[in-house]
């Protein structure tokens, strides 16, 4: 047990699956931060963005890696449809009084969203699961063998979660983006623009996810129902992090990273789903507030 605790490979193993899961729970944050809405289909984005990079590799030979700011991209733009065409009448009907309601609002219409994809894609693709072979190349350093896929998605995905803190951080946009789910009705006494910021959300959110998908094809099969634990992954990264706080997603994606990964090597295989699902109940009832949460203003 020893040697399987300080186990290099099974070290870089759970880096790449925190990055891959920091990366999809970023959009999930942003879109429940900003408008306090329960996306339970952002597991089904990634679901498409998956099935966009396999068809861009076997039907016209596209690399995945090429292929994938363009999947970002429409991911982007179905998130600006989604918003204009269904969630921002939604956001302005809100009031003080009904604001409670729009949780469990927009968790049956994103829940009714997710059984759409997951149906049509079946319909369209059938059920199987699809894989592809896309740089299995193995470096070894020291006893650590290393794919270069898995190294890819370890670069990307973190990559993209820290430019994305930097641009919160650091850029007039982010600040604005992190002010809205601060103190959303203070935001926008001073003048921000809060429906641009909730599109950016959206905007973000989806790309994020759809790139998710791409990068999680590179790893493993997939089929139109795989999306659901992504979505459970993504809560529990929010839960642990704290909303709106994306460092704190970053140490909490890596932190559920290390307890599938090794917790796997320790038990089973066929357990990985207990091992999830068990991580998003404890979540629940240990650390409600979040690991490094920061304490917000109830809107």
Not at 18 to 35: K, P
Request: hydrophobic share 55%; net charge positive; aromatic share 10%.
């Amino acid at each position: 047990m020893i040697d399987t605790l300080l186990s290099g490979q099974l070290l870089f193993s759970a880096l790449v699956t925190g990055s891959l899961y920091a990366l999809v729970a970023l959009g999930l944050n942003l879109v429940y931060g900003t408008m306090r809405m329960l996306n339970v289909a952002h597991g089904d984005l990634v679901m498409l963005g998956a099935y966009g990079a396999f068809w861009a590799f076997s039907l016209a030979g596209v690399s995945p890696l090429l292929a994938a700011p363009l999947v970002a991209a429409a991911g982007a733009a179905v998130g600006i449809g989604l918003y204009r065409g269904l969630f921002r009448g939604m956001l302005a009907k809100v009031t003080p009084s009904t604001a409670g309601k729009l949780e469990g609002n927009s968790l049956l219409l994103f829940f009714g969203l997710s059984i759409l994809m997951q149906n049509i894609v079946a319909l369209a693709f059938t059920p199987n699961n699809r894989a592809y072979a896309y740089l299995g190349e193995v470096y070894r350093i020291g006893n650590v063998s290393m794919t270069a896929n898995r190294l890819l998605v370890l670069c990307v995905a973190g990559g993209v979660c820290v430019a994305v803190a930097l641009f919160l951080s650091r850029h007039v946009a982010g600040l604005a983006m992190r002010a809205v789910i601060e103190r959303r009705e203070a935001a926008s006494i001073v003048g921000v623009d809060v429906d641009r910021v909730q599109r950016l959300s959206f905007a973000v959110g989806f790309g994020t996810a759809a790139l998710a998908g791409v990068l999680m094809s590179m790893l493993e099969q997939f089929s139109p129902f795989s999306g659901f634990p992504f979505t459970i992954a993504g809560f529990i990264v929010i839960i642990l992090g704290g909303l709106g706080n994306v460092t704190g997603g970053l140490l909490a994606a890596l932190l559920l990273g290390v307890i599938e990964t090794y917790g796997v090597a320790l038990t089973s295989a066929n357990l990985r789903s207990v091992l999830l699902y068990g991580s998003f109940v404890v979540a629940l009832l240990v650390f409600p507030n979040g690991l490094l949460a920061r304490r917000l203003v109830t809107r």
